[in-house]
């Protein structure tokens, strides 16, 4: 007897009977099970193929949804027979304050509505600063720190050796850009009008502005990195058709021959611009709803680099490359799938691509590479679209930072961890107790986020107020803006 026989028979095999005569088999492939068998796999096989190559990629999802919820378990507490991280690679902070990290000088900072502090390592404090912000937003660029209170009035600048100045402004304060030179760049919210303040490193104000335009809104500000220049991205709506502007003023006495130091403009019409980074010396980038497009330190625009798709997250905190984060297509136009990351140079060209696999839920770009999310997924990935590691994770996580190698700073809603991304090595939380000292929440702000939410929400909300675009860390425009984030 051949095991074949009952392969595809449901009924139990039975001798023949000698005395009855005997008859030929069906070959297996023609009978009726297997035919059936068959056009099932066949009919299957075609739903997976072309949900992966023409659809949303819902089958895919479906599994790998279901393979990651049985290899992992959320739950931040790990068998006591497992590897833990030693206490020395992590600290732990109350889980009811929203802290912010930002990696800084070769260490890191952590910033809450109470204070700033830096940190060489893990659990070793350099300096710290107290302070009371209902909102605070850090902006770090190069060996410089800024601390703003958004819609508050107090604004804190740092180094690496600790406080430089802090100031009180006038009115209500709703954007701050710094250069790596320590100048900075606020924008207020009067009551009738618009106010920006140019300050040096000195704390000193060296230019002022007043925006008193009916239906003109300044949205962002950047400074030079020489220090003689800066811009400001308006949104005005006086026609039926926004336009968007980008008009650069001299910081210095260089601006005398000039009305109120204006000496060029670029506008943009049907276009809601979101955010303004110098990039590559004096070159400035500047990012609408519909393009990014960068000008030259005589306000001439030298390339376009226009977007098919909405964009969820952008980030230019590298400073040599751009991350588009982006989602579905626009109307009309033939872009990427949802969830693919374009990399831009500072020429206007693509660099590479990634496709993540799924919505984009976090974008943060640094020298090492850009950090990807979908969900809890986490990617980092190099400017040419090359995957140079890939982490699942067991629990929320707020932020994953580079620092050194494919060590970073793994950030949950109760601790941070320096550890290698790699070799990852859970940390133990059994015997955690909150931290009483910081139990009250703080306003987390992120630039990606405000970024991506004035490109979202520009065509219906510009003409309410700068305080829907608040500024928060550079360190990534970061939102959806959480992302441009």
């Given at each position: 007897m051949k095991n074949d026989d009952l392969e595809f028979e449901d009924e139990v095999y039975k001798e023949p009977n000698s005395n009855t005569p005997s008859r030929s088999k069906k070959p297996f492939y023609k009978k009726p099970s297997f035919m059936l068998l068959f056009?099932?796999?066949?009919?299957?096989?075609?739903?997976?193929?072309?949900?992966?190559?023409?659809?949303?990629?819902?089958?895919?999802?479906?599994?790998?949804?279901q393979k990651y919820s049985e290899e992992n378990v959320e739950n931040d507490i790990v068998d006591?027979?497992?590897?833990?991280?030693?206490?020395?690679?992590?600290?732990?902070?109350?889980?009811?304050?929203?802290?912010?990290?930002?990696?800084?000088?070769?260490?890191?900072?952590?910033?809450?509505?109470?204070?700033?502090?830096?940190?060489?390592?893990?659990?070793?404090?350099?300096?710290?600063?107290?302070?009371?912000?209902?909102?605070?937003?850090?902006?770090?660029?190069?060996?410089?720190?800024?601390?703003?209170?958004i819609m508050g009035r107090t604004v804190k600048m740092y180094n690496s050796n600790g406080k430089v100045y802090d100031l009180s402004m006038d009115y209500p304060i709703a954007k701050v850009?710094?250069?790596?030179?320590?100048?900075?760049?606020?924008?207020?919210?009067?009551?009738s009008s618009y106010i920006i303040k140019i300050i040096?490193?000195?704390?000193?104000?060296?230019?002022?502005?007043?925006?008193?335009t009916k239906n003109v809104f300044p949205m962002c500000l950047?400074?030079?990195?020489?220090?003689?220049?800066?811009?400001?991205?308006?949104?005005?709506?006086?026609?039926?058709?926004a336009v968007s502007k980008v008009v650069f003023f001299y910081v210095s006495e260089n601006g005398g021959d000039y009305i109120d130091g204006m000496f060029g403009a670029i506008s943009k019409e049907g276009e809601y611009i979101g955010y303004l980074s110098y990039v590559d010396g004096n070159n400035i980038v500047a990012i609408t709803?519909?393009?990014?497009?960068?000008?030259?330190?005589?306000?001439?625009?030298?390339?376009?680099?226009?977007?098919n798709n909405k964009l969820e997250y952008i980030s230019l905190s590298a400073g040599s490359y751009i991350a588009l984060g982006c989602g579905d297509s626009m109307d009309g136009k033939d872009g990427y799938r949802n969830g693919t990351v374009v990399f831009l140079n500072t020429n206007g060209k693509e660099a590479g691509t990634f496709e993540s696999g799924g919505q984009i839920t976090y974008l943060k770009s640094y020298s090492q590479g850009t950090v990807v999310g979908n969900g809890k997924k986490f990617k980092l990935v190099k400017k040419n679209g090359g995957l140079v590691w890939e982490h699942r994770a067991t629990q929320d996580i707020k932020d994953i930072i580079?620092?050194?190698?494919?060590?970073?700073?793994?950030?949950?809603?109760?601790?941070?961890q320096y550890v290698d991304i790699k070799n990852y090595v859970p940390v133990s939380l059994k015997d955690y107790k909150?931290?009483?000292?910081?139990?009250?929440?703080?306003?987390?702000?992120?630039?990606?986020?405000?970024?991506?939410?004035?490109?979202?929400?520009?065509?219906?909300?510009?003409?309410?107020?700068?305080?829907?675009?608040?500024?928060?860390?550079?360190?990534?425009?970061?939102?959806?803006?959480e992302n441009a984030q």
């Open positions: 056009l099932l796999i066949a009919f299957v096989v075609s739903i997976v193929m072309y949900d992966t190559y023409y659809g949303n990629q819902i089958v895919k999802n479906i599994i790998e949804k006591e027979g497992g590897k833990t991280a030693k206490e020395s690679d992590y600290m732990t902070f109350g889980s009811d304050t929203k802290s912010i990290f930002n990696s800084f000088g070769g260490g890191f900072l952590h910033c809450t509505k109470d204070g700033i502090k830096f940190y060489t390592e893990m659990g070793k404090e350099k300096w710290n600063d107290t302070f009371t912000m209902a909102s605070p937003s850090v902006i770090v660029e190069g060996d410089y720190v800024a601390v703003a209170d850009s710094i250069n790596k030179n320590g100048f900075m760049g606020v924008l207020m919210n009067g009551s040096n490193s000195e704390g000193e104000v060296v230019a002022e502005r007043v925006e008193a950047d400074i030079s990195e020489d220090n003689n220049v800066f811009a400001v991205g308006y949104v005005d709506t006086t026609d039926i058709e709803d519909s393009s990014v497009f960068a000008m030259d330190s005589t306000a001439k625009e030298v390339w376009s680099y226009k977007l580079p620092m050194d190698k494919n060590n970073v700073l793994y950030v949950t809603r109760n601790y941070v909150n931290d009483t000292e910081n139990n009250e929440t703080t306003e987390e702000t992120n630039v990606e986020n405000q970024n991506n939410e004035v490109l979202e929400n520009g065509e219906a909300e510009n003409s309410e107020n700068v305080e829907n675009t608040n500024s928060t860390d550079d360190s990534q425009a970061e939102t959806p803006s």
